[in-house]
Nanobody
Framework: QVQVVESGGGLVQAGGSLRLSCAAS????????MGWHRQAPGKQRELVAS????????HYEDFVKGRFAISRDNAKNTVDLQMNSLKPEDTAVYSC??????????WGQGTQVTVAS
């Protein structure tokens, strides 16, 4: 059974940094992309950043470009999100998504990030 577990969330002051980690276990298939999404209270879930199968291609939404960095370790089936220069509007539950090459989606439970002004 596939398990996707996030860690690293917490409370930070505006301008601070956090590093989120996502670890997947029970993987018996080829992973296509790995990414991070977030959902703020009262808002829809949105993509934050993603990385392709070999880590050679990354995508960032405009609202995090230059502040966040995504990285993956294929040997460990992990994907991290380094978040710098955090803003109060970055407050959300951050969830990890793993997409297999066959198109299956696997979500983690999410980790809360709160940025105080």
């Amino acid at each position: 059974q596939v398990q996707v577990v996030e860690s690293g969330g917490g409370l930070v002051q505006a301008g601070g940094s956090l590093r989120l980690s996502c670890a997947a276990s029970g993987i018996t298939f080829s992973i296509n992309s790995m990414g991070w999404h977030r959902q703020a209270p009262g808002k829809q879930r949105e993509l934050v950043a993603s990385v392709n199968s070999d880590g050679s291609n990354t995508h960032y939404e405009d609202f995090v470009k230059g502040r966040f960095a995504i990285s993956r370790d294929n040997a460990k089936n992990t994907v991290d999100l380094q978040m710098n220069s955090l803003k109060p509007e970055d407050t959300a539950v951050y969830s990890c998504l793993i997409i297999s090459k066959s198109g299956q989606h696997y979500w983690g439970q999410g980790t809360q990030v709160t940025v105080a002004s």
